[in-house]
């Protein structure tokens, strides 16, 4: 068969013009975009003041001594700088994602995020690095099961554990799932990434909680220890099924100001 000096060329040319367009896509994925600023990104929880009276009954009946969450693969929205010095309305801009940059690389790793301990809200840091200027509109992420720990550690398999008292008996709270979650921005515009900025990952306990009725919670296994997890030991299904449906809209994305 004879294949054509003309034939060798053009089809040299369209196999660079191929690799080309790979190169560029594979640069542009990778490569983060100008105009960044050193973000930090926290998590913390939420919980009705101490000086509270009424702070008990808040929490229906639940007191929280110990909140981990475990997260994964955390990935920030955000309607870059540029669109907006344009002149696009928020609405129209289609958002991107600040996965490829160090904020976004640094978050994303597996880890486990103390939120109260000794029943004091912590503070806990998820990631900090460069990420690109613009106003931030949502944060995407996995549940993380722990299986790193050892075993006799309280978050050995688990993704969420909460433990503290119910009506004045030791209870125990666990998820297991690795299901996504989604927090959109409290405000309508997002949050503008400046010089500075702390952006906040908050779970708010009220929330997580709201219609869960503790008083009906029982010690079904009669083992001293009020369990609410996804294997019902105890009996409590109801309560944990309402906490389960809870957990997404408890998530909260704000600006530390």
């Known amino acids: 068969m004879k294949i054509t000096m003309k034939r060798l060329i053009t089809s040299g040319l369209c196999f660079g ?5 790979i190169s560029c896509q594979t640069e542009e994925e990778t490569n983060p975009p100008e105009n960044q600023e050193e973000v930090r990104l926290a998590s913390t929880a939420r919980q009705p003041s101490e000086s509270d009276p009424g702070a008990r009954s808040m929490l229906n009946a639940m007191v929280v001594t110990t909140f981990q969450v475990g997260t994964k693969e955390m990935e920030m929205k955000y309607a870059a700088e540029a669109d907006i010095v ?24 597996p880890q486990t995020l103390v939120l109260i301990s000794d029943g004091q809200a912590m503070v806990s840091a998820v990631g900090e690095g460069n990420t690109p200027k613009g106003n931030y509109q949502e ?46 921005a409290e405000s309508e515009e997002g949050h503008e990434v400046n010089e500075n900025t702390e952006l906040m990952l908050v779970f708010d306990l009220e929330e997580l909680f709201q219609g869960v009725d503790f008083e009906a919670a029982v010690d079904g296994n009669a083992d001293g220890v009020i ?26 994305f704000e600006k530390n100001s």
């Open 17 to 21: 013009i191929f690799l080309t367009m």
């Open 86 to 109: 344009a002149g696009i309305d928020l609405g129209s801009i289609s958002l991107k994602s600040n996965v490829n940059t160090e904020l976004g690389t640094a978050s994303s790793q």
């Open 139 to 184: 944060i995407q992420f996995e549940l993380y099961k722990n299986t790193a720990v050892e075993n006799d550690d309280p978050m050995y398999g688990k993704s969420l554990w909460i433990d503290g008292e119910i009506n004045g008996q030791t209870s125990q709270i666990w998820m297991d799932m690795e299901s996504e979650i989604r927090a959109i």
């Open 227 to 252: 369990e609410v997890g996804p294997d019902d030991a105890d009996g409590n299904s109801n309560l944990y099924g309402q906490i389960e449906n809870n957990l997404e809209s408890s998530v909260k």
